[in-house]
């Protein structure tokens, strides 16, 4: 049979005005046209705009700004001169505190029509610093031959392309000014073809030898940066040597990757300790962490998250605490401080590693770690039994809807929810409600600002009978 190959429809190629209505859950103005519905990037409720169209549906259509005719008071002049191209951030031509106000639309919205649920308090949104507060991430890399240049940094709006970009105004500091001289370093490898990627993580130093930046909050943080080269052939001699350079020359810890994420090896300096620390002064705590492990972006946030998170438990000397989806024990450590024992479970047997290291670091002695995978009936497990009187759990953006019959006839009192996920968290909600608990409160944390991403945290309680 022959094939066809269905045709790109043609799009208008004239400017078209537009009245914006709304936003959508992703930041873009949602205006009509004709009846239609046509999804604006880049502007804002109020806005009157000149837009030209991307693509063309038969549900919808999708246009991004031109000019803008008349503009919102939510406008702001973007902090990151890429802003208009780089698909890191998508929301950085609206106000910060409008930022937060969609997201708390987004959840709420969301807790009533999936949940069905609109009877309980608004936590106040946790707020921090909105740039430089990027402590991971993962750096594209690409040599483009035409333009003779190499190109690291985030994939641009709506495109695998790389983003021609020299810093980034949502980074720690210390990582934007590594941009410009990382891109001339690979620029001129012999294997400038063969480097894909560049993975980054952030951590804090306790000596005077570190970077500082200003938190936010009028002190310094110190930081360590560390890279993970990831490189598909070997590298050359020259390269290696030009790498290792840059890593001293620049104070980066380095880390080589070959193939998958088990090659991962460090570099330099070569003394042995492939880890990362930052700090949770608030509890007298110092995580210890390997750069490819998964850790909070945003350390400000975290701090905040964690102190509210045990502010909603209420934590007694008396409480046996279940953290489930615990990684490394980000809050299983800090609660390990406020109750009698706690008890973290995490699918990856070397995050559970990392837990028991980390408390043992610490000195905390009355917190245990189990490797299990929460997607499944644990019924059989030594730690799932109905002795816990709190229950923290922070899932992937997949939820936990699995296992909340389960966590529901261990019968706690209170149990309190993170979620990166509105959608799923809503879901989860009413679940738990079915099962006889109460939403209390629930609110928005602005862990990734300029951004979509909505993370909120929810406090249930156990319905009196």
């Known amino acids: ?214 938190d936010g909050k009028g002190t310094n943080e110190r930081y360590q940066v560390a890279f993970i080269v990831r490189h598909l052939e070997a590298l050359s001699e020259a390269d290696s040597a030009a790498l290792l350079n840059f890593a001293q020359t620049h104070q980066v810890d380095l880390y080589l990757q070959p193939k998958g994420p088990d090659s991962v090896h460090k570099v330099w300096p070569a003394d042995g300790l492939e880890r990362l620390y930052y700090t949770l002064p608030e509890f007298g705590l110092r995580m210890a962490f390997h750069p490819s492990d998964f850790t909070q972006v945003n350390g400000a946030i975290n701090r905040l998250m964690i102190a509210q998170a045990l502010q909603l438990l209420d934590l007694q000397p008396n409480d046996v605490v279940l953290d489930l989806f615990c990684g490394l024990g980000n809050f299983t450590l800090p609660v390990a401080t406020r109750c009698a024992r706690v008890v973290g479970v995490e699918g990856s047997d070397e995050m559970v590693r990392r837990g028991a290291e980390n408390a043992a670091a610490n000195g905390i002695a009355n917190a245990a770690f189990f490797s299990a995978n929460l997607c499944v009936d644990f019924d059989e497990s030594s730690w799932a039994q109905p002795c816990y009187s709190k229950i923290l759990l922070d899932p992937p953006r997949s939820g936990a809807v699995e296992i909340i019959p389960r966590l529901a006839a261990l019968r706690a009192e209170k149990i309190v929810y993170i979620s990166c996920n509105p959608a799923t968290l809503a879901r989860d909600a009413a679940e738990l409600v079915r099962h006889g608990y109460v939403l209390k409160q629930a609110g928005v944390m602005d862990m990734f600002p300029h951004t979509s991403h909505v993370e909120s945290m929810a406090e249930f309680v156990l319905a009196k009978r």
């Open 1 to 214: 049979m022959k094939k066809t190959r269905r045709q790109r429809q043609k799009l208008p190629s004239d400017a078209v005005e537009i009245s914006i209505q709304r936003l959508s859950h992703e930041g873009r103005g949602v205006a009509y046209i004709e009846g239609k519905v046509v999804f604006v990037d880049g502007a804002l409720p109020g806005e009157t705009v000149m837009a030209v169209y991307t693509s063309r549906r038969s549900q919808f259509d999708e246009l991004k700004i031109q000019e803008v005719l008349v503009p919102s008071p939510d406008r702001v002049v973007p902090p990151c001169p890429h802003a208009g191209i780089c698909g890191g951030c998508s929301m950085q031509h609206i106000s910060p505190l409008a930022q937060v106000a969609l997201k708390e639309q987004v959840l709420h919205e969301q807790m009533k029509h999936i949940g069905g649920l609109t009877e309980y308090a608004h936590l106040p949104a946790m707020l921090s610093q909105t740039q430089g507060y990027r402590r991971k991430a993962r750096l594209a890399a690409r040599y483009v031959s035409k333009k003779e240049e190499m190109l690291v940094g985030f994939r641009e709006k709506n495109s695998s392309f790389i983003a021609q970009m020299n810093s980034c105004a949502v980074l720690v500091e210390d990582v934007s000014a590594l941009i410009a001289p990382l891109k001339l370093l690979l620029g001129g490898f012999e294997g400038k073809l063969i480097i894909p990627q560049i993975e980054v993580a952030v951590g804090e130093l306790s000596t005077v030898s570190g970077r500082t930046q200003d």
